[in-house]
């Protein structure tokens, strides 16, 4: 009596661990989910900083644009909203709006030769194409913690814990096809 015994609780501990370890892995991935959303949050602030500072030095020399800075402005505002919100479908959307905007901004800043040669409209045009290309890297990160976490909660065993403890799957933060196109800088100038 006195092996079989220890041979269940030997069984039982086992188990425990390796539901301890299955817990603990899905929690490491949840909150990898988490972190790699604070980064694009951090980042998603600074641009919402510092666009009123590009525009406010643009609309100095570009009298004749206020169009243009409107929808930069609008954009920004849309996605500073989802942003808060935490609405990923609404967050790609004016993300597209935004870079739209940006690129049409830029486009329309060209015709202006004292606009571009201004050091601290260089200065902030290069710190946002910077944190536009460390939102992309932050967002792929986000992409794959998602995939990762929502895998790992749909696969056998992890799912008996996942269901368990009420671990949730993700949403992947996607763009609608038409805002992965390149803008067309032609199509800005004749609009």
């Known amino acids: 009596?006195?092996?079989?015994?220890?041979?269940?609780?030997?069984?039982?501990?086992?188990?425990?661990?390796?539901?301890?370890?299955?817990?603990?892995?899905?929690?490491?991935?949840?909150?990898?989910?988490?972190?790699?959303?604070?980064?694009?949050?951090?980042?998603?602030?600074?641009?919402?900083?510092?666009?009123?500072?590009l525009v406010e030095t643009a609309r100095q020399y570009m009298q004749y644009e206020q169009a243009t800075l409107e929808k930069v402005m609008q954009a920004r505002a849309a996605v500073h909203g989802a942003q808060e919100r935490g609405d990923l479908d609404a967050l790609g959307l004016a993300e597209g709006h935004l870079r739209t905007g940006l690129a049409g901004f830029y486009a329309v800043a060209e015709a202006y030769p004292e606009l571009k040669a201004n050091t601290s409209f260089q200065h902030l045009q290069q710190r946002i194409s910077s944190l536009e290309n460390m939102i992309a890297d932050r967002r792929e990160f986000y992409n794959a913690a998602v995939n990762i976490n929502n895998v790992r909660i749909e696969q056998f065993p992890d799912v008996l814990i996942a269901q368990l403890f009420r671990f949730r799957p993700f949403k992947l933060l996607t763009f609608r096809e038409d805002e992965l196109q390149d803008v067309s800088v032609k199509t800005l100038f004749s609009s």
């Open 1 to 53: 009596m006195g092996v079989t015994l220890s041979v269940l609780l030997f069984i039982v501990g086992l188990i425990v661990v390796w539901a301890i370890i299955l817990y603990n892995g899905l929690v490491v991935l949840k909150h990898n989910v988490s972190q790699a959303w604070s980064n694009i949050d951090v980042l998603l602030k600074q641009r919402h900083d510092e666009l009123p500072k």
